[in-house]
């Protein structure tokens, strides 16, 4: 029980505190549990003299990389974010034959597969629970658990902020201007919120999730995305009229030798488990050959529940050096292509502002019957008299994209279409 | 590549074949995924001749232990069930220096922390993720992913046969004979069910979980247990008027220095998650001081699911074989104390048969009252005017068990009392 494992902590924000916090509060426990003591050596942070609420013994604290990551270090910590510097740091400390621990779900989906090529072959290894899912096992499971099955789909809610906003949409009826303010105020959404309403961050997520499930490559350039800034209230009233809930839904399918992964506003029927997970839970839904589906739900953010997750890996890689391991390499054993999202097959939600006169139906009706696409259902909504307009919400039966896609196109040429809305997929 | 991993099955029943079968058809999968082969090189059956459905080798199938377990062994998969002769056999790989998968949950729960100790000893390891939840990953993220956790609690759906049984209850308005008889022409339920609906099967699994969760060591004796047998298709009634589902709910409760472990019919919080879990499906929730609660739900038996989680652990294995590792020992760290049922606060719902004549009720209230019970609702039901009874359901304030079940003694020596009918405990 005398060994010391020497871990460095690059970062000291919300999780970075809550990490430090633990390695402090918990010493002794996480001692026993892994028969090492665990030394926090070293904190990079960007400004040293910072107020903070977690303790950090005195002269632990450094703004210089390159003193961080000198001397006796088992494990590195990575809890920067962004792609830079912290991309350079993680192959640095790799290159030196040390674990790292990472929460940074760019640098993992944009270079996982370098970064596992380069632990191996030094010998030591990439851990990266926290960077999808918060709290939730879901990295480990996917690498190890599961690791009998063929899975078929991964089907995710993996962005906390936008299901919060979108909780509040279909529920209190906010516009997404409102609901994004308030989710702000809470600290939900940050100052700039793009790279979680515009679905960044959930392809960064998928694209990790899908690479382990499918032992394939698939880097975040390769899911399709669409952000959620284009949802109104009554796409929210018009989905549960027809039994269905609007998530963001990050979806990964194999078929046969080919991926789609796509990150898209989605309408779920509402019995599914995933369509009742509100706020600002996370859920991962996986489909094994051998297991079929189950759900791994829990908070996907947050200090404390990233923090849980961080130490998890930190103290099976001080396991790992305290037994002198050499892990196992995650190896990407498949080489499937991307399909593109042209080829998708699914129902179609389509929110139409039509011209309100006779005859209008039809002209719409025909521009989807030439493109083959078969209406399931048309309801008209919301009569603008005064206007002399209304609002078509049309669902169709199992149809390709690129053929729903084209029938749009000839619609928004057709005089009686004043508006081509939303157009959402369905999925299950 | 070239390496072999050397595989012994003990058993060939639905799981044993299910894992036969995995091996044979997925060889090339599996391989590229340890980096070594897994060689199928013997097969203890009881009966040598009998007709399978799954291809085993000539000369493979033998009905004697000592011929299963002769020659270079790397890892024993036990699947044979029941504590004897599979604890011996267990003990034995063990003994010689095998790693060892199991799905045994009546010698994990009652020989766990001995087998454990022995492997760390041998330095191999034991692995029994296929003992709780079928192909819900649990074992696993409760000794890795949530290892940097204090947990609270787990509150677990763990026995698919009863939870099908009560599911069908409450669904259907079926009676528990009924309901059980369905079960077993549908092969959820065995000829002879006592394992299952009496609760020892759950006792087993919570025993497991509880043991891995709090760090210390809960046996199968330490879990209280009561079987669904008792329950009326009414009792599903009442509760849905009070808001309530019935679930055989699996509950262990660490406080300060001690654990509480129980397993019996329990009203659940209609909106919660473990109360809409149906049918056979399984889901565990568990609570962190780090993460929070988190929820792993799937199907919780069955063959491929239960081969899934073996063969999970086989690669496990396989990889630490491969790699010549010696597995991270699991470590009790904790004595903590078993708190008896006597001293558990909750709400309980008391279903009586009183007599239909004025003042009853006073006497009844009154010997809760003696007792320090607090009644929150009374509601009269069902009364039969020939016989002149009604039947009273009772909801109590948070109260201590020994004094609810000293006042149900009260209650059955008032001659205004007719019959004690269910006593069952809130959870949530």
């Not at 010391?4 to 633990?22: E, K, T």
């Not at 998530?247 to 990964?252: D, Q």
Request: charged share 25%; net charge negative; glycine share 10%.
């Amino acid at each position: 029980m005398s060994a010391q494992v020497n871990v460095v902590l690059l970062g000291l924000g919300v999780v970075g505190g809550g990490v430090a916090g633990a390695l402090n509060e918990r010493a002794e426990t996480y001692s026993s549990r892994v028969g090492a003591t665990l030394n926090l050596c070293r904190v990079l942070v960007r400004d040293a003299e910072k107020e903070r609420s977690v303790k950090i013994g005195p002269g632990l604290l450094t703004v210089r990389p390159e003193d961080a990551l000198s001397g006796d270090v088992d494990i590195v910590v990575e809890l920067m974010g962004g792609e830079h510097p912290a991309y350079e740091l993680i192959k640095d400390s790799l290159s030196r034959g040390r674990y790292v621990v990472t929460a940074n779900k760019e640098v993992m989906a944009k270079h996982g597969p370098e970064l596992l090529a380069l632990a191996a072959e030094k010998g030591v290894d990439i851990l990266y629970e926290a960077s999808v899912g918060g709290g939730i096992p879901i990295i480990s499971p996917l690498k190890r658990d599961l690791s009998a099955n063929e899975i078929s789909s991964v089907r995710a809610i993996i962005n906390g902020t936008t299901n919060y906003i979108l909780t509040r949409m279909s529920r209190d009826g906010l516009d997404f201007a409102t609901a994004l303010a308030q989710a702000q105020e809470l600290g939900y959404a940050e100052a700039d919120p793009t790279n979680d309403i515009d679905g960044h961050d959930a392809a960064y997520k998928l694209a990790i999730l899908a690479s382990l499930a499918f032992h394939t490559r698939v880097g975040p350039d390769d899911v399709y995305r669409e952000g959620i800034g284009g949802l109104a209230p009554r796409d929210f009233l018009y989905a549960r009229e027809l039994g269905y809930a609007i998530k963001l839904l990050a979806v990964a399918r194999r078929e046969d030798s080919t991926v789609q992964a796509r990150v898209h506003p989605t309408l779920l029927p509402e019995d599914e488990l995933l369509a009742k997970v509100d706020g600002a839970l996370n859920a991962v839904q996986i489909e094994g050959d051998l297991t079929g589906r189950i759900l791994l739900q829990g908070a996907g953010a947050g200090s404390l529940p990233t923090t849980s997750a961080v130490m998890a890996d930190v103290l099976d890689a001080a396991r790992a050096v305290v037994q002198d391991g050499r892990p196992f390499p995650w190896r990407h054993t498949a080489e499937l292509s991307i399909r593109p999202l042209a080829e998708l097959v699914t129902r179609y939600y389509i929110r139409l502002g039509v011209a309100d006169r006779p005859g209008v139906l039809a002209g719409i009706a025909r521009a989807f019957g030439d493109h083959g696409v078969s209406i399931a259902s048309v309801i008209q909504k919301e009569t603008d008299e005064a206007a002399q307009t209304a609002e078509l919400v049309i669902m169709t039966h199992p149809a390709r994209e690129d053929a729903v896609q084209a029938t749009l196109l000839e619609l928004r040429d057709l005089p009686e279409v004043v508006s081509v809305g939303n157009l959402l997929r369905v999925d299950g």
